[in-house]
């Protein structure tokens, strides 16, 4: 396990399972650590983006939730709703800058 200087970074990677079969919610994390939902995205974005740990998080009809992705597949499917989330985020950006108020 990585240590983390800051004892809700170390809290929340202890909660999120390695590989993709058993993903644990946001809210699951919150629950299981203490830490407000607020804090807990905030942890998250930390690991990914500092300490890049490969956090993954599955939006699919019978999986929800963050994993740390343990091989190249999981790692993409990791990729896949934020690259989708991007796209949906940009267009909503690209309409309102061309609405005339």
Do not use: W
């Amino acid at each position: 396990m990585i240590n983390f200087t800051n004892k809700r970074l170390q809290l929340v990677y202890s909660v999120i399972p390695k590989g993709i079969e058993r993903p644990v919610t946001a809210k699951e994390i919150k629950l299981k650590t203490g830490i407000p939902m607020r804090d807990v995205y905030s942890c998250i974005n930390l690991l990914v983006t500092k300490y890049q740990v490969p956090i993954g998080g599955l939006r699919q009809d019978n999986k929800h939730g963050y994993f740390i992705a343990t091989n190249k597949e999981e790692l993409e499917l990791a990729i896949l709703p934020l690259e989708r989330h991007t796209q949906r985020m940009t267009e909503r950006l690209t309409a309102l800058k061309q609405i005339n108020v």
